[in-house]
Each structure stands twice: as C-alpha cells, then as structure tokens.
C-alpha cells in the first residue's frame, strides 16, 4: 500500500503569508495527487486533483505541483478562512485510496 | 445544487450493525460513482468503500472487508453502507462523496456530506 507523508504537521503563518505545504508518496505515483481543505467542524473540500487542476470555485491562490513522489499545494497569501487542515490523497493504482496524515496551517 | 446527506447515526455496542444512508439531490445520482470515508475523532481521512455509477463494481479497504457492503438505489438517489460486526475501532464521521467525474469512478471526492457520527461501544 501506498504511503503518503505530510510535512510538515503544523504550519504557523500569519495572513498575507505564503504557504507551502509538502506531500511525499512512498514509491512513484505519476500526478494522481489531489488536496482537500477541512476546517474544524466540517466536510473536507476538494481543492486540487491530478497534482495541479483547480476544483470548481477554488481561487486561484491556491496551486498544486508536483509528479512522481514529491507534491506541493501552494497558497501564495493566506486569507484568514485559508487556516485549515489540508490533506492528500493518492488514486495510484487504487484501490485502496489512501490519504496523508494531514497539515495543519494555524494562525502565528 | 448538489448536495449530500447522511443520516443513520448512533451509538451501538461492539459486535451490533448499523446502516447509513446518503441521500442525493441536484445532480444525476444514476451517472456517478460513490464512496464513503469515515474520520475517527481527532484523527484522519480513511477511505472506506465505493460503487460504481451502476452497482456493478464495490471495492473496500482492507479494515472493513466482509464487514461493510456498499449499495445504492439509483430511482431513489440513495447511497448505503451496511456495517456488521461493528469494533471499537470503527467510531468514526462517516461521509458520502460523490466522485468527481460522470461515469469513470476517477477516485477523487467531490462533493462530500456533512457527516454522520457512528460510536461502537459497549
């Protein structure tokens, strides 16, 4: 099974700030990469899928890179409603699916 | 707009069933894959199960394997899950997530519900 590492666990920025979040799979998994958005109390929101395509409604300050095993979202400035958990998730030669552990990005 | 929701929550004892449904407005149920993915407390996402737009394929993870069987009834836009030989373990928010594209179950969720809250204790 697939492993997906998050770093790092807890990110402290304040608004206006760049976030750059990581995502590391344990072998090779192409662009089948996708981040969600939880915020307490919440369903998580699909942001981004196959590494770097935007979901519907999602602004532009959020970006995904990344192939193979290393990934990155991006939030190029934070909003105060952008302080979440993020997730990703992996539809490598699924199933299963299986998702990261999550990083948290806190208000500093 | 599309929207999603569980309902079927409760406390049950260790070894007891329980089923969820999900049920499904604005879109074409009958054109989509759907999954479930549950979150203990405190803790992570956990893919649980899907089923193809037409029931024809269900895959599970490991963890609920010949315990959970997904369903779904496409004339009343509904989706399932029915949990036997429920553990500890299994006390999680369970969501209902559409998949993202018509047809082709591609494996990523969008939309998702709100959640519903399964505890197994004793």
């Known amino acids: 099974e697939i492993v997906l590492t998050q770093s790092p666990a807890t990110l402290s920025l304040s608004p206006g700030e760049r976030a750059t979040l990581s995502c590391r799979a344990s072998q090779s998994i192409s662009s089948f990469v996708a981040w969600y958005q939880q915020k307490p109390g919440q369903a998580p929101r699909l942001l981004i899928y196959d590494a770097s395509n935007r979901a519907t409604g999602i602004p532009a300050r959020f970006s995904g890179s990344g192939s193979g095993t290393d990934f990155t979202l991006t939030i190029s400035s934070l909003e105060p409603e952008d302080f979440a958990v993020y997730y990703c998730?992996?539809?490598?030669?699924?199933?299963?699916?299986?998702f990261g552990g999550g990083t948290k990005v806190e208000i500093k | 707009q599309v929207q999603l929701v569980e309902s079927g929550r409760g406390v049950v004892q260790p070894g007891r069933s329980l089923r969820l449904s999900c049920a499904a407005s604005g879109f074409t149920f009958s054109n989509y894959g759907m999954h479930w993915v549950r979150q203990a407390p405190g803790k992570g996402l956990e893919w649980v199960a899907v089923?193809?737009?037409?029931?024809?394929?269900?895959y599970y993870a490991d963890s609920v394997k010949g315990r959970f069987t997904i369903s779904r009834d496409n004339s009343k836009n509904t989706l399932y899950l029915q949990m036997n030989s429920l553990r500890v373990e299994d006390t999680a928010v369970y969501y209902c997530?559409?998949?993202?594209?018509?047809?082709?179950?591609?494996?990523?969720?969008?939309?998702w519900g709100q959640g519903t809250l399964v505890t197994v204790s004793s």
């Open positions: 089923i193809w737009y037409d029931g024809n394929n269900k």
């Open positions: 997530a559409r998949d993202l594209d018509r047809y082709d179950s591609r494996g990523w969720f969008d939309p």
């Open positions: 998730q992996h539809r490598y030669n699924w199933p299963p699916l299986t």
